[in-house]
């Protein structure tokens, strides 16, 4: 911007502040303001921008270091000389939990999302959405607690069932060791991300258009056929990147899998047994042993955590954003 | 579509039948329900007898699966197929509500059963300090202390700069750079919060050399609380109305003015819950505590000198020992961070509901 | 097809506020009788008692006799269910499901019957009542579209085409153009002249013009004061409603002097 007393000899470009394009006497107050507004959104790129590449410098240092294949070596020797580590058992374990956590929370959910919805009787409906909302508020150490206390034992009886009826397959074998597995730890993932994704889903299902849910009424439709022909087609995309926000959940949550996992960097074709680990856990375990090399390795295996959260929440809003294209045009 | 066949009459015009519906059609009554869910458990206890199965988990699945197939098969064979289906997704909409409480409800019960009773004035004014693992007594004062003092920091960070970004982005932000800040701060949301915390550790302890202390933490802390901030502040300015922002300007308020004195404060209910909510949702996270703020038995009053803990810092150690007296305390500590976080959630939910009418609908 | 409606002593609630109170009234089949009367005298509930679908608010209950033809919609043993597939409903804004085609649309209640149908009977079924709105021209190149992509008047006979699909015995309209333009409302009306030799039509309007352009018998609803319940003031000829109303207050309201 120019100053006001001198001026110049071409006029001036416009300013990126409307404010002082669209008056003479640009107020300085007005300018501080702005200036401090805008000043903290793009704070917040810079810390963004610098959260990537302090990560991919460390990473870059710990990946050249490696004497192992970064993404195939089943090996976690990040602190010995030379160093030798790979992510591969950490990925398997980070996608495998969060999968059976997906699977295992999305029905669910939807069936929760529906009973607040469209079933239960109002007085009850009300007060559930509230506990919901809370439940979703539980700190995920709690959640760890939990889960290493008082699930963990409980789990022994149905895996032997489990491994009674398919043990055959391999997956669910079980050798009647403590049940600190990936299927565990999915399941505790899956009561995490219930709250969130079922929070979410309601709000898209009170939001189909009353409107359409009569005109289904009005054609001789029971209950459930009005919500397969309104509400779940209106409700699907929201569902979709409603799970997605609760798979970024469970990929980047540490302390539930940190408390309940026994890990190993092994990979156990068997779901019910112990061994495995995923990123979170492993960076939160190993870190009070890790040395300087030992914590380079643990960033880049954060910065891999951090691509695929990236992805999974960068697919949830393309999701979004169609939607919001889609329900535009019909409005 | 096809016109092929051109109707030759009004009769063929009328296509196939849609067919007549009666008004009344046999129903179920509702004692028939109970019954079936009496029996269901009748069987699920005789086969769990009979099998010698000995978890009750398995007679409940045994009772639940005899009972939706047969309502589902009664259902049909009185109702007719439609109404079978109808009560199918009922009694699964049901049930997933049940399968879904039974969770969440043993971990709430065994939080509290557990925990309340480690709780006492000591429990909360004394620290770890000299007390060994297998030993009881102790407390949580560091950690509490810890937490406030880091969330309290996060906040003098995270408050101002979601604040004023939310601002820039209803009442300044135009074109690319609006919506690049939309966008990160979409993608900040996802962050892990291990992942804010390595970003810490690499930047402050690892290369800036500072060692661990509270204030490392709350920056982490901050960036995780940062974009839930924007995006709650975000909502609410938006719903400020436009006529409110007109009259101010109209009677020649500054922007800058009728910004902090107009727009803010009509929506100063909704921000303070988000702020709150947001509080909450930080003041339990663990993970990147660990890397930052490492734990300390000991009270360190000084956030930005030393390690400290803090409360879900001091659950993770507890749980860690291993043994019983540690149990008991990780338990009683959780049972005080849940307390935290719902006074917080409540709070700000209060807030929300008494603030609601003048919040600008 | 077209069904006779005996109305008795009908009262209906939301909640503990009294909606409309002890209506009673006689719908000849095969004609069309219109509601008229001010904002919030209960027309609209009462048409929505006549479905069924009142009860789907929640608290709405009612009380009293409708006979479809003798038969009590509200007796024991009575589905709503197949109430409201008997009896059909066009609304007062166009709702077509968005996420269907035009011709899924029209097929919406029949894949309810639970009756698989043959694609070339689909087919026969969605044309015909296309053509019976008088939609067929407009739509015929284009049924796998959206259906909320037509206009407002379009999307309102594609309501109609989907209600009469599934071919009730009872037609009900709740202010079917008040959302629309003038050209639209007159297609509309067109089309229910049309229609009434097939079905017995109810429809709601503020348009008295309306009422006595398409409908045989007016009914005039009225209420005593606001929170009151609405009553039946009279029900007669349209003709003689818009001539000679046998009672003061429908005179003042149809001359415009209130309401």
């Not at chain 2, 820039?168 to 804010?196: C, H, K, N, Q, W």
Request: aromatic fraction near 8%; hydrophobic fraction near 50%; glycine fraction near 10%.
């Amino acid at each position: 911007m120019s100053s006001p007393s001198a001026p110049p000899p071409t006029p001036s470009p416009p300013s990126p502040m409307k404010e002082a394009g669209a008056r003479s006497t640009t107020r300085l107050g007005d300018r501080i303001f702005s200036g401090l507004s805008k000043g903290s959104g793009i704070a917040l790129l810079v810390i963004m921008a610098a959260i990537a590449v302090f990560l991919a410098i460390r990473a870059g240092i710990a990946i050249a270091a490696d004497e192992g294949n970064f993404l195939t070596t089943f090996e976690w020797d990040a602190n010995a000389d030379p160093p030798r580590f790979g992510i591969a058992v950490l990925l398997f374990g980070t996608v495998v939990s969060s999968v059976i956590a997906m699977v295992l929370a999305v029905p669910v959910a939807v069936g929760i999302a529906l009973f607040i919805s469209h079933y239960a009787p109002r007085r009850l409906a009300t007060p559930l959405a509230y506990v919901v909302d809370l439940l979703a508020a539980v700190p995920s150490i709690v959640y760890g607690l939990w889960g290493a206390l008082y699930l963990v034992p409980r789990m022994t009886g149905p895996f032997q069932w489990l491994d009674d009826v398919l043990g055959w397959t391999g997956v669910f074998a079980y050798d009647g060791t403590p049940a600190r597995s990936l299927m565990t730890v999915g399941l505790l993932l899956a009561v995490m991300i219930l709250p969130i994704i079922t929070s979410v889903t309601r709000e898209v299902f009170l939001q189909t258009p009353k409107a359409n849910q009569e005109a289904a009424l009005a054609l001789g439709a029971t209950r459930w056929e009005v919500i397969r022909m309104t509400v779940l087609p209106f409700g699907r995309s929201g569902v979709i990147s409603a799970s997605m926000l609760g798979l970024g959940r469970a990929l980047g949550e540490t302390m539930a899998v940190a408390t309940v996992l026994s890990p190993s960097f092994l990979i156990n074709a068997s779901l019910l047994e112990s061994g495995g680990g995923t990123f979170a856990q492993n960076i939160a375990s190993q870190f009070k042993e890790a040395g300087s090399m030992g914590r380079d390795a643990l960033i880049a295996s954060g910065l891999v955590l951090f691509l695929l959260t990236l992805l999974v929440n960068g697919a949830a809003r393309l999701i979004i954003a169609r939607r919001k294209e889609y329900s535009g045009a019909n409005a | 579509m096809s016109g092929t066949t051109v109707p030759a009459d009004e009769e063929a015009s009328r296509g196939p039948a849609v067919g007549r519906v009666a008004l009344r059609r046999p129903r179920l009554p509702g004692w028939s329900l109970a019954a079936l869910a009496l029996g269901s458990v009748a069987v699920g206890t005789g086969v769990g007898l009979v099998a010698r199965l000995d978890s009750r988990g398995q007679w409940g699945l045994i009772a639940a699966l005899v009972f939706v197939g047969a309502t589902f098969a009664l259902s049909a064979s009185v109702e007719g197929r439609r109404h079978a289906v109808d009560r199918l997704a009922a009694v699964l909409v049901w049930a997933c509500f049940i399968v879904a409480m039974v969770p969440l409800a043993s971990l709430v019960w065994e939080t509290v059963a557990r925990g309340i009773p480690g709780v006492s004035w000591y429990f909360l004014t004394h620290s770890m300090n000299g007390v060994l693992s297998w030993q009881e007594g102790g407390g949580i004062y560091h950690a509490i202390l810890g937490t406030v003092e880091q969330v309290l920091l996060a906040s003098v960070i995270a408050i101002p700069l979601g604040l004023l970004t939310a601002v820039y982005l209803v009442e300044y932000g135009r074109g690319r750079l609006a919506r690049a800040i939309t966008f990160f701060v979409d993608v900040m949301t996802g962050i892990p919060s291990i992942v804010a915390g390595l970003f810490v550790l690499s930047l402050w302890i690892m290369m800036l050399d500072f060692g661990y202390s509270g204030f490392a933490g709350a920056m982490a802390l901050a960036i995780l609380m940062v974009p839930i901030v924007v995006r709650s502040t975000e909502e609410m300015l938006k719903l400020v109305p436009n006529e409110l922002r007109e009259a101010s300007l109209a009677m020649g308020v500054p922007k800058w003015r009728t910004i902090l004195k107009v727009v803010l404060p009509t929506a100063i209910g909704g921000i303070t819950t988000g702020v709150m909510l947001a509080l909450a949702r930080i003041a339990g996270e663990t993970a990147p505590i660990i890397l930052l703020v490492f734990g300390n038995n000991m009270i360190n009053g000084n956030p930005f000198e030393g390690a400290q803990s803090s409360l879900p810092l001091y659950v993770y150690e507890q749980w860690g020992f291993g043994t019983e007296q540690a149990f008991d305390r990780a338990w009683a500590a959780a049972a005080v961070l849940i307390a935290f976080v719902m006074i917080l959630n409540l709070v700000a939910r209060g807030i929300a509901r008494w603030k609601a009418p003048s919040g600008g609908r | 097809m077209a069904k006779r409606i005996d109305v008795s002593a009908l009262t209906a609630y939301y909640g503990a506020h009294k909606a409309i109170d002890g209506i009673t009234l006689h719908v000849e089949p095969a004609s069309v009788t219109a509601f008229i009367g001010p904002s919030g005298c209960g027309k609209s509930t009462f048409l929505r008692t006549l479905n069924r679908m009142h009860e789907v608010t929640p608290g709405g209950r009612v009380e009293g006799k409708v006979l479809l033809d003798n038969e009590d919609l509200y007796g024991q043993g009575v589905d709503p269910v197949s109430v409201r597939r008997t009896v059909g409903m066009v609304f007062q804004r166009p709702n077509p499901f968005p996420t269907m085609s035009i011709y899924d649309n029209v097929a919406a209640g029949l894949k309810l019957n639970g009756i698989k149908y043959r694609r070339s009977e689909l087919d026969d079924i969605v044309e015909k009542n296309l053509r019976g709105a008088n939609l067929w021209n407009e739509v015929k190149d284009r049924l796998g579209r959206p259906g909320s992509g037509l206009s407002g008047g379009q999307q309102q006979r594609l309501c109609i085409a989907r209600a009469t699909a599934v071919e009730p015995d009872v037609l009900l309209m709740d202010e079917p153009c008040s959302a629309l333009d003038p050209i639209s409302t007159l297609a509309i009306e067109d089309l229910i002249d049309k229609l009434k030799t097939e079905y017995t039509i109810v429809i709601v309007t503020h348009n008295m013009q309306q009422a006595a352009r398409v409908s045989d018998r007016t009914a005039f609803f009225n209420l005593a004061a606001i929170g009151e319940p609405g009553r039946l003031i009279e029900v007669d000829a349209t003709e003689k409603i818009f001539s000679n109303p046998s009672v003061q207050a429908t005179e003042d309201y149809i001359s415009g002097r209130f309401g």
